[in-house]
């Protein structure tokens, strides 16, 4: 099995040690284009801390400023305001220490494609001075870890995307980074390969590997990462555990309902709906959201708000009662679906 953790002391989190990275207002601004306009801010002052061993989270949509947060860790962009200390070193005076300690997987994945599989790894180990017999050793492990060792010897052009993000993984691992940053790291991905990618996150997470990560998938951020941030316009909307902010900002359960296009009356619906929130009965709902294509009802019980629903002559087509989950957190604290 090969040695993934990251960590001295795997899976230890200790709130008296140092944080890993600690950001204090940290800021993002990109100068106007050329062509004129507006000074763009991307990170609006964000404040979080990662600890060692902890899988650490930026849920958000597209824009929000995650992968500007990301890259301003990797050291490959200059913050523009705040602190940022990330292993005790300040990355606008000491990048290049800091990034041989790191592990980047970027959005975008960078391989070599002239390059084998094998030799993507053996040059990126070269590039942090690791020795020869170090390196060919720490490759095939690596290799074996990401289910690559029957590819080494293949071009990396031809390989799935699945395939090429998992050797981003494993290329990100070949100098024992203490932090792992993950940009998206399953987006544009079909099922089975994010699955595969996802899986092995796991393992990491298992082996005690810190990781900070960003994703925009809820299911990926509900049960892969400890702490998690809710970003939104360059700003971090909510902090917590992924149960904490489900508690804070939602209730037990949710019954989704859905009307016929050319069915029920929305407006005479929505009313009828309205009626039903705060009344202090069992199944009350606590709040309602309107989405284009269904309407959301928030409370304990769903079941038993299905039955006020059907009491107060409303006629869905099809309804649900689910869990909630970070989608309807990020539902309620932006007023916009992670999608949209
Ligand atoms: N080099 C740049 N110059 C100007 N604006 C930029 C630049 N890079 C990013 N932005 C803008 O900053 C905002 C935040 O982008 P960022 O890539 O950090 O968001 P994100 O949350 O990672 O979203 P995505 O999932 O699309 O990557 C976006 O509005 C983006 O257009």
Known sequence: MVDISTSPTPALISSSEAPLIKAVGLRKVFPPTKRGGDPFTAVDGIDFELRRGE????????????????????????????????????????????????????????????????????IYGRYFGLKRAEIAARTAELLDFVQLSDRAESPVEPL????????TIARSLINS?????????????????????????????????????????????????DRLVVMDHGRIAAEGS???????????????????????????????????????????????EELPDRVLLYSDD????????????????ASLVRRSSLEDVFLHLTGRTLVD
């Not at 859905?258 to 009350?284: C, I, K």
Request: net charge negative.
């Open 242 to 288: 992924p149960r904490e902010l489900i508690e804070r900002y939602s209730t037990r359960e949710v019954l989704e309902i859905r009307f016929a296009p050319d069915g029920e009356d929305r407006a005479a619906a929505t009313e009828a709906l309205a009626a039903l929130v705060g009344t202090g009965e069992r199944g009350a709902v606590e709040r309602i």
């Open 160 to 167: 799935s995307g699945g395939m090429k993000r998992r050797l």
């Open 302 to 317: 769903g079941e038993a708000s299905l039955t006020a629903v059907h009491g107060s002559g409303t006629v869905p087509v």
């Open 55 to 122: 899988v650490f989270g930026f849920l958000g949509p597209n824009g929000a400023g995650k992968s500007s947060t990301m890259r301003m860790i990797g050291c490959v962009s200059p913050m523009s305001g705040g602190e940022l200390t990330i292993l005790g070193m300040d990355p606008r005076v000491d990048s290049s220490r800091i990034k041989a300690r790191l592990g980047v997987v970027p959005q975008e994945d960078s391989l070599d494609m002239e390059l084998r599989v094998r030799e993507n790894l053996l």
């Open 177 to 225: 980074p203490e932090i792992l940053i993950l940009d998206e790291p399953t987006t544009g991905l079909d099922p089975q390969a994010r699955h595969v990618v996802w899986d092995r996150l796991f393992r990491l997470k298992q082996a005690g590997t810190t990781l900070i990560l960003t994703t925009h998938y809820m299911d990926e951020a509900e049960q892969l990462c």
